[in-house]
């Protein structure tokens, strides 16, 4: 596992992870994004901002043949702006939006995590490298509001 950080004069802090695609990663990925942003003192959204990045990587161990991945964090005044990215090929469910989603059963243990993601951060979205329609790669980003 690597790390970097890149620090500015605009308050702007930039933290960087490269780590195995494994069955750890989303718990790891939730502690080190705990870390960047109790540092910075942003103690007041890690637990959203884990639950966010959890989900995401977990799709990316589940649904990715990717070697690994690399988890950056930005933070600014106002908001902190978390990217996963892997070397996958798989294409993400976009989850619909009401009331077209359909309504999920209790008892099934899968197919909520973007719909938290998309709750719990302000924006989110999916950029694919070499186009969707032939992906090697893709970044999942989200976006909270920074509340210290």
């Known amino acids: 596992m690597s790390n970097t950080a890149t620090h500015t004069k605009s308050l702007t802090r930039t933290y960087s992870t490269r780590m195995p695609c494994s069955a750890h990663a989303p718990r790891l990925c939730r502690k080190t994004l705990g ?14 901002a884990g639950v966010c990045v959890s ?15 690399v988890l950056t964090v930005t933070v600014r005044q106002a908001e902190v702006y978390v990217e996963v990215r892997d070397r996958g090929s798989a294409l993400i469910p976009v989850p619909p939006v009401p009331p077209e989603r359909p309504p999920l059963e209790a008892s099934e243990e899968s197919g909520r995590g973007l719909l ?22 893709k970044c999942v980003w989200f976006e909270l509001g920074a509340a210290r």
Do not use: C, K, M
């Open 55 to 69: 989900e995401i990587v977990t799709n990316v161990v589940q649904h990715t043949e990717s070697p690994d991945l």
């Open 35 to 48: 870390l960047y942003l109790t540092v910075d003192g942003f103690d007041a959204i890690v637990d959203n």
């Open 116 to 137: 938290l993601v998309d709750s719990l951060a302000s924006r989110w979205g999916v950029e694919y490298f070499g186009g969707a329609r032939r992906p090697y790669g």
